[in-house]
C-alpha cells in the first residue's frame, strides 16, 4: 500500500499540493444541476421546476451509491485508471446535460454525475484530510474542510448565475466540461499507476442491494418533489411512489441482514448520536427548505433575476467561515457541542426572523445580505456539528454504509420535506390571503379591475411567506427543547438524581451537581 498522495513520486510537494486543490474543487462543484440557475435551465427546456430538483436530488443518490463501493473500487483499480474513466465520463455527461431537451436525460445525466464524481474527489480529499488532521482528528478536519466547500460552492454558483445572465443556460456544462477534459489531461501527465492496496474483485459488491437503494431514495424524492405539482395525495402517482419507497427501503433492510459481506450495517441507526442526529438534519432540512420562499418573494414580487440572487448568497460565505473558526476552537479547547448545535438553529431562526420582518414590496437588498450571514452560520454549524456528532464512535466498517443513508437525508430527502411542508403552507396561504382579500373588491367598480390583480397576488405571496416564516420562527422552541433534553454523551446520573429529590420536594442542600 503506498503513503503518498495519488501523483508521481518526481512532482514537488507544492506543485502536487496545488494539484490537489485544482482536481478537488471542480470535482466538488460539477453537477447535473446547479441551484443558481435551476429557473434559467427549467425556463429554456419549457419543463416544471419539479424535474430540476427531482435531477438535483438525484446526483446526491448517485454520490451515495459511489461511497458505498468507493474502496473496494479503489482497491481494484489503480489510481490513474479511476480518475481519468471518471473525469472523461463527466465531461460526457455534463456536455449531454447542456444540450438534452429531456427532463428524464437531465435526472439520469445527474445521478450518474453524482456517482462518477464521487471517487476523484475521495481521491483529493483523503490527502487533505492527512495534510489537514494528520492524526485523523475528524473535528479539525470538518472545521476546515466544510467552509471551504460551502463557500466555494457558493462561490462558483455565483460564477454559473453570471455566465447564465451574461450568455446562455448551456454555458455552464460546457465549461465544466471543458474543465473535466483538462484535469484528465493533469491526471494523465502527474499521476502515478499504482494501487491502493492488494486486488480486489468487484464480483462481492452487491449490486441487488445498490439498486434497492437507490430505487427507494429516487421515489421517495419524487413523492416529495412532485407532491404539489399532482395536487398531493389525490394522485396514484404520489401514492405509488411512497409506497414503492417504503417497500424498497424494506427490502433492502431485509436482505442486509442476511449478507454475509454486508454493505449497510442498520444496526448503526440504533445508537442514539445516528438516531438523533438524523432528527437534526431534518430539522435543519425544514429551515433550509425556507429558500422557496425566499426565492419566491425576490424573484417575483421585487423583481430581481438569478444573478443578483447568486450574488446575495455570497454573504453566506462570511457566516460560514466564522462556523469553522468557532468550530476549530470548540473542538480544542471542548467546548459543549450541545450548544454550538443550538447555536446553529437559533441563527436559522434569525435568518427566517429577518426574512419576517423586512418583506414588503419595497425593501432595500442591503438587508437581505444580513440575513444570509446568519443563513452561512447556521448552515456552517450544522454541517460541522451535526455531522461530528452523528458519525462519533462509528467503526471503520460500518462508517461508509451509514454515510451513504444519512448524505441523501442530509442533502436531499430533508431539504425536499421542507420545500414540500412549506410549499403546502404557502400555498394554502396564498389562497386565504386571495380570499381576504377579495372581501374587501369588487373589480365591477373598479375601471379595468384587472389591473389591480398583479398587485393582488403579490400582497397574497407577502402574506403567505410571513405566515410560514413566523411559523418557522415559533418551530425554534421544540427544536431547542430537543436539544437540551439530550445528553451528547454528557450523561450526569448525578443530576437526575438531584432533580428526582427536588421534584419529590426533598432537601439536596449539601449535594454537589458534579
Known sequence: MYNKAPFASWVPKPLMLLLILVIMFPMMTISGVYTSIASDVSGAMGIYSEYIMLAYYAGTVGMALAILIFMRVKSRFRVKEVMVTSVITLAVLSYMCGTTESPVVLAAC????????TFPMFEMVLPVMFIIAPTGDRAKFYSIFYPLSIGFGQFSAFLFAEMVYNGSWERPYLIMSAIMLFIAVLCLIFQHNQRFGFKTPLYQIDWLSLILLASSFMCLSYFLVFMKQQGWFISPYINGSLVASILLFVLLIYRQKFLKRKMIYFEAFKRKNVIHGTILLIFMGIYLGSSSIYSQYTLGVLGYNNLINADTNLWMTPGVVIAGIMAFFG???????????????????????ILYLIIQPQMDIHYLEYAMIFRGLGMGILFIGVWFYLSLGLPPEQMFGVYAVVIPIRTAISTAIGSAIIGWAAYQGQWQSLNDISVYMDTGIVPDGMTVYQNTTFNAIMASSKIVLGSLCWLIIPILIFIMTHSYGN????????????????????????
Open 491 to 514: 450523561f450526569n446520573a448525578r443530576r437526575v438524581t438531584l432533580l428526582r429529590k427536588a421534584i419529590r420536594g426533598n432537601s439536596i442542600k449539601g449535594y454537589k451537581l458534579s
Open 331 to 353: 473542538f480544542k479547547y471542548k467546548w459543549p457541542i450541545k450548544y454550538y448545535i443550538a447555536l446553529g438553529f437559533v441563527c436559522l431562526f434569525l435568518n427566517a426572523l
Open 110 to 117: 445527474s445521478f450518474l454525475i453524482g456517482f462518477f464524481k
